[in-house]
């Protein structure tokens, strides 16, 4: 294997060269999957003739989903039908004025709006009964059938249950996600058990402002113009081409063309790595700790530590530099030396852990050192890992080692999603809706990877939203949970331990779910209600900027389909049935929200001052029948909308370059960090303090300085002893869950052009597969103790023997006579384990695979749409 890797990093680094967005996807595609060739019947075909672009009319449309992109979308309409898509047209395409072009997931979102598996009626299960106990019918949920009900009997059902639930047994009987209509609703009435979850952002969910570091790592890199500039960019984690999607990649182009040196450090050399033609650096998944922990102590070897940035902005590197309010008398340097614990972190001591070769180790270390140009960017995944807590300290200190930040060519910070390639501040935004602020009065939190559990055992660890300075996981609270509203996410495919809350849900008496499409939350609901898709409402902003030069709008394309409502219609009729003015949470209708929202889009000048972006005159608003003044902005109402966005045109060497924490460096007295000291805290007490109040691992864990802490599985867990180079274990390989293009976490996996076009493997290492008897193409059955499902192997070289690359989001199939997933669905293999914060680790549980022996997976691009008969 080392042989093998050596020889893509040499090849990688011999063929610098300019790699267009679309090549890199579908050789990467080629390289890493058999896409397998399906004729579903004729679905999603529009046809032997393509209308030409002029024939119709082009609107902007939405592309919403939380995958990273959030891009232009436009449709084509011809005599009420989209006939086509497309993206951004709206200026010409250059590095200096980007066009936001959407990726296959936006180019597949009719699918999304006119799918034949649309939910188009309320529902009822059919055994379920009001009033709670055996009238529930519990263990029938996800094998009942179903009644098509009318709107007035849905509502009439929530209304009547809430209100038996909150009279019998209080609001904390009730879990809800925040959703936007029905749990605004319940917030209302006395409020909810929120459940709280580090998500995408992971252990930098933690309040890492104490450490100097802006809230979850985000905004304090470069712009994306001083790229170039570096003379190394190293990415740890993370596959920004499929997650992200779209042209955010080519925030990167200037830095490829100069010729600057990519690293990638991570489990596979995925598209990422290859459309930077990156060196690879491989490590299983969850050790990026004990990774820099060896890079840090072979920087202080190679002498290349800039001591004058330590000394200056940091405390607690060596014991010269403490902060005042330290109680221990330890430091980092001291630590990686193996003064405490008589362990010295060396490249060896990494290398057993993490996987990289000691050579590799001791490379990176010279490479990202005080001399050179370097920019350290990391991806969110080294951080959605069970024990990663100490990532987001590590990661800054490593950055600070080198002299990394508030410099040209330097920086140490977040590149994922919107801010891949890009940071600074947002230079085109979106107005307010104008909507009051409805508080939730029930402050205790379910942690997410304890949520099916507490459910089932009565009794939680009260944790704060946010991870903030609020939680206090030893305050174990009672809990009697009746009623789970799922609105606003996809909690049974996102949280942890997929088959508990198979189990968990069936406990309930109530649960309810509004949704486009009969999904894994609808499967085990009792009332389903179809709500329209962003596409039937009356137009919107994203919910988080594309880029901080692009404000994104869309427009209505079709009116709501079926009975499908809109969460504030579902919301006001519950409000009204249960005697509440809805006008107390919604005063002004959507249209109004929206028409307020483009009233307040500004964009930042070249002298930095907030102007307004949107021209509205007085016959549109007469127009809009809405509510405003008239304004003069830089772009026309009609244009802006037609558009589907606003772009700030940059130029080399505009004032909009921004440098991360150059204010910091240039004066820290003046500009100091939200840490207690005001500087980066490589010792923070607050740190240690709060993550051993936890009581998710042991008191004294963590220290105030990064440490390493192995995770309650991973690395450790592949061996039977839990000590490295041990006998292997039941479950001798680590799986991880990568983003995947075909889908935006679980959305869109039912598209049938999405399914056609992109297979959904699992990858596994070749010398691993030929262990076992797999071959390309067979299906396997990934399993652990948590739980086990089936995919279809994609065997090849570029994932590290040792781990698993199992795509997230597949839809759950779970079937329960044979004990086993039939969709491929990742939270299956993830249990109700957690440490430290109580981190959603989705990135390092142990697992085993083999060859299944039953009937083969078909391809998935095959099998019917969930559509539930109502005869």
């Known amino acids: 294997m080392g ?38 019947d004729g679905q999603g075909q529009q046809g032997a003739s393509t209308p030409a672009a002029d024939e119709g009319e082009w609107i902007s449309a939405a592309c919403w989903h939380n995958c990273g992109g959030r891009c232009v979308n436009r449709v084509l309409m011809k005599d009420g039908v989209v006939v086509r898509q497309g993206s951004d047209t709206s200026h010409e395409d250059s590095f200096e004025w980007l066009q936001q072009r959407g990726c296959p997931r936006g180019r597949s979102q009719q699918q999304q709006c006119f799918g034949a598996d649309r939910l188009k009626y309320p529902m009822k299960r059919a055994s379920w009964q009001p009033g709670g106990g055996e009238n529930a019918h519990g263990e029938l949920r996800g094998k009942d059938e179903w009644e098509r009900i009318t709107w007035d009997e849905a509502i009439g059902y929530i209304a009547d249950e809430v209100k038996r639930i909150y009279d019998a047994y209080g609001p904390r009987s ?51 113009f001083d790229l170039k500039n570096a003379e190394t960019i190293a990415l740890m984690g993370g596959n920004p081409v499929w997650s992200s999607g779209g042209t955010t990649m080519n925030n990167f182009d200037q830095a490829i063309a100069a010729g600057v040196q990519f690293v990638y450090v991570g489990p596979s050399y995925n598209a990422t790595a290859a459309y930077f033609d990156a060196r690879w650096i491989p490590i299983y998944p969850g050790t990026d700790t004990a990774f820099l922990l060896g890079v840090a102590y072979e920087m202080i070897q190679q002498d290349v530590v800039d001591r004058d940035f330590l000394n200056t902005y940091c405390v607690g590197f060596d014991g010269d530099h403490m902060p ?10 001291g630590y990686l030396m193996g003064d405490y614990d008589g362990v010295p972190k060396t490249a060896a001591w990494a290398s057993a852990i993490c996987g990289a070769t000691e050579e590799d180790i001791a490379w990176f270390a010279g490479t990202i050192g005080k001399d050179r140009k370097v920019m350290l960017l990391h991806n ?38 919107t801010f891949a390639g890009t940071h600074g501040p947002t230079l085109a ?23 099916w559990q507490s459910m089932l055992d009565g009794s939680f660890n009260s944790t704060g939203m946010a991870y903030s300075d609020e939680f206090n996981a030893q305050d174990i609270k009672q809990a009697d949970i009746r009623y789970l509203s799922l609105e606003g996410a996809a909690r049974i495919q996102n949280t942890p331990s997929a088959v508990k809350a198979v189990e968990a849900i069936r406990s309930l008496e109530f649960v309810t779910c509004s949704s486009h499409f009969f999904n894994a939350q609808a499967k085990y609901a009792d009332i389903v209600l179809p709500i329209t898709t962003e596409w039937e409402r009356v137009g919107g902003f994203p919910g988080h900027q594309r880029s901080r030069e692009t404000v994104i709008v869309y427009t209505q394309v079709t009116e709501p389909l079926f009975e499908a409502k809109t969460d504030q219609e579902i919301g006001t009729m519950l409000a009204e049935r249960l005697g509440m003015d809805p006008t107390d949470i919604w005063p002004i209708n ?4 929206f028409f307020n929202q483009i009233l307040g889009c500004t964009f930042v000048d070249e002298a930095g001052e907030n102007k307004t972006l949107v021209t509205v005159t007085q016959e549109d608003i007469d127009a809009w029948g809405c509510d405003g003044e008239p304004q003069e902005g830089v772009v026309g109402l009609a244009e802006f909308l037609k558009n589907g966005c606003y772009t700030i045109k940059r130029a080399e060497g505009d004032s909009y370059v921004r440098i991360g924490y150059q204010d910091f ?34 008191d004294g864990t963590f220290k105030p300085y990064p440490n390493y802490v192995p995770a309650p599985e991973g690395r450790e867990g592949t061996f039977a002893d839990g000590v490295v180079g041990g006998e292997p274990s039941a479950y001798p390989f680590v799986v991880y869950n990568p983003h995947y293009l075909r889908r935006a976490h679980p959305v869109l996996d039912n598209a049938p052009w999405l399914r056609e076009a992109w297979p959904n493997p699992v990858f596994v290492n070749a010398s691993d597969a030929a262990a076992k008897g797999v071959a390309d193409g067979d299906t396997v059955r990934v399993f652990n103790a948590h739980g086990a499902t089936l995919r279809t192997a994609s065997v090849t070289e570029i994932i590290m023997p040792g781990c698993v690359g199992l795509p997230h989001g597949a839809w759950l199939d779970y079937d329960e006579e044979a004990g086993v997933d039939r969709a491929g669905t990742d939270n299956v293999l993830c249990g ?20 299944y022996e039953g009937e083969a997976l078909p391809a998935d691009c095959t099998l019917p749409q969930r559509i539930v008969s109502l005869d």
């Not at 050596?6 to 967005?21: K, M, N, T």
């Not at 935004?429 to 949520?451: D, K, M, R, Y």
Request: aromatic residues 8%; charged residues 15%; contains cysteine.
């Open 3 to 40: 042989n093998l890797i050596a020889e893509i990093s040499e090849r990688a680094l011999s063929r610098r060269r300019f790699v267009a967005g679309s090549a890199v996807l579908a050789a990467s595609l080629a390289a890493s999957s058999s896409l397998v060739a399906c004729q579903a």
């Open 174 to 224: 009730v879990v809800g996600n925040g959703g936007p209509g029905i749990e605004q609703v319940l917030a209302k009435l006395g409020g909810y058990i929120q459940v709280t979850d580090t998500s995408s952002c992971g252990t930098y969910s933690f309040n890492v402002s104490k450490l100097g570091l802006p809230g979850a790592d985000l905004g304090e890199t470069n712009d994306r």
């Open 324 to 333: 005042s309010d330290a109680k221990l008398d330890e430091n980092f340097q």
């Open 380 to 417: 969110y995944a080294l951080a959605r890992c069970a024990s990663a807590d100490n990532v987001p300290q590590l990661f800054m200190t490593v950055g600070a080692m080198g002299g990394h930040m508030g410099k040209s060519g330097h920086a140490c910070g977040g590149a994922y999603k």
């Open 429 to 451: 935004a979106f107005g307010e809706t104008g909507l009051p602020v409805v508080e939730n009065p029930i402050t205790e939190c379910i942690s997410a990877p304890l949520l």
């Open 590 to 593: 959507e249209k109004q929200q």
């Open 665 to 698: 460096i240039e004066d820290p007295q003046a500009n100091p960090r939200p840490s207690d000291s005001g500087k980066f805290e490589i010792y923070c007490q607050y740190k240690s303090d709060m993550l051993n109040s936890m009581g998710y691992s042991p």
């Open 832 to 851: 109700s384990v957690t440490s430290g914060m109580g981190t959603s680790g989705y990135n390092n549980y142990n697992c085993d695979f083999e060859r």
